[in-house]
């Protein structure tokens, strides 16, 4: 069944004198996957100290609103269904990337803002901590019916010369079944192919630039240090620095998009964790539109991950220094435990925080079929927070908005209103087929 129409949404909303003045260069939409209401202030208490909560970047939005998320053919969505809808304007079903349905049963592919700013001269980037050819980013370039489809969706990230691409999934750049060499390609377009931090701090000069960070999705958030890959913050700064040398301006969409991998782990570190380098990031485009005055900032979410909830088991209490006390992903405690056979107390005290380890405990990790997702519940009971899915949900999602036009995105309103009042301000003329 379908709840809505599968087209663009058409809107006149209301603008003051001032708002009808302004000018905006720039547009950066910042998504946070997964990332919904309390993750945000399970976040804000972990940066805290006690029951005092520590002010995020977004804290400092003067415009806040709620995003309904469902897709076309579902209450909950899925990120291919939600990205495609903040790409382009367009309702379409779970699994479907930048195609929207039509009445004969088929897709047809539709063109997103993304693309749209590109052709009207703007400089476009794309930064995320998931794959490139993930769901969330692939929505704003590629058009496919197979979310799962990841190596098609490849040559098509390249199609439209984006100029700045930071990301994970060099496997369906340079280990192909088709034994194409995507890198070599980018090469021949004039990218500049850039591997890791050391990379990323030494860009000078160049027009457009691939980054390919991980095989897969970046490492946790947690895990970093441990590796060469450039935090979210990094990419958000450097994008903008290169972007930012485009006479027409440019439009940028940074995903933390490994805030929704912990959520279906129900990981409760991970995710805060996660959500709070997205955060960082957030502070980064705040820092370049106050300065710049002619950038509109756009935050956001896809869908909302997990069903997270502060509080548990009618004892009227959460504990942020649970989450505080934690330094690894619990992928990398399980991988101590299987690959480098170091004792699961060990394990639990070092790098889960945890002092009193109980019997109990240590058995329920040993015995476990899945150990990372049951280390992950041993933080979630002494943090006291609880989870209702290990899949999405279709709670409304937070929306922060600021800079020239932000007072538009203060309401209530579905996703796919997002593109639309994007492109009004931009002066776009979204078309219903993609070229």
Known sequence: MAFVVSSVIGLSFFQTDEQETETVDNIILMIGDGMGTDQLTAASYTLGDGNDYGELAVDQFPYIGLVRTHSNDHLVTDSAAAGTALATGYKTDNGVIGKAPT?????????????????????????????????????????????????????????DE??????????????????????????????????????????????KLLGLFHDSH??????????????????????????????????????????????????????????????RAVQVAYDFAEQDENTLIVVTADHSTGGMALGYDDDYHFYPEVIQNVTRSVDALEDYIKKEKMDVQEVLEVYAGIEDVTEDEVDRVEHSDS??????????????????????????????????????????????EIPAKMREILQLQPEKRAD
Do not use: C
């Open 218 to 279: 970046l490492s946790f958030e947690l895990d970093q240090e441990d590796t060469k890959e450039p935090s979210l913050e990094l990419m958000t700064e450097v994008a903008i620095e290169q972007l930012n040398k485009t006479e027409d301006g440019f439009f940028l969409v940074v995903e933390g998009g490994r805030i929704d991998h912990a959520g279906h782990d129900n990981s409760p570190a991970d995710m805060i964790q996660e959500t709070l380098a997205f955060d």
């Open 103 to 159: 009445e004969d049963g088929t897709y047809e592919e539709v063109s997103s803002i993304f693309t749209e700013a590109k052709s009207n001269g703007k400089a476009t980037g794309m930064v995320t901590t998931a794959r490139l050819t993930h769901a969330t980013p692939a929505a704003f370039t590629a058009h496919i019916d197979r979310r799962k489809s990841e190596e098609d969706i490849a040559p098509q990230l390249l199609d």
């Open 162 to 207: 984006t100029d700045v691409l930071f990301g994970g999934g060099r496997t369906y750049f340079d280990d192909r079944d088709d034994e194409r060499d995507l890198i070599a390609e980018a090469n021949q377009l004039g990218y500049a192919f850039i591997e890791d931090v050391d990379d990323l701090q030494r860009i000078d000069g160049t027009n």
């Open 371 to 416: 150990m990372h997702k049951e280390i992950a519940t041993l933080i979630s009971e002494r943090a006291a927070i609880g989870w209702t899915t290990h899949a999405h949900e279709a709670a409304n999602v937070p929306l922060y908005s600021y800079g020239p036009g932000a007072s538009q995105f203060a309401t209530t309103q579905d996703n796919t």
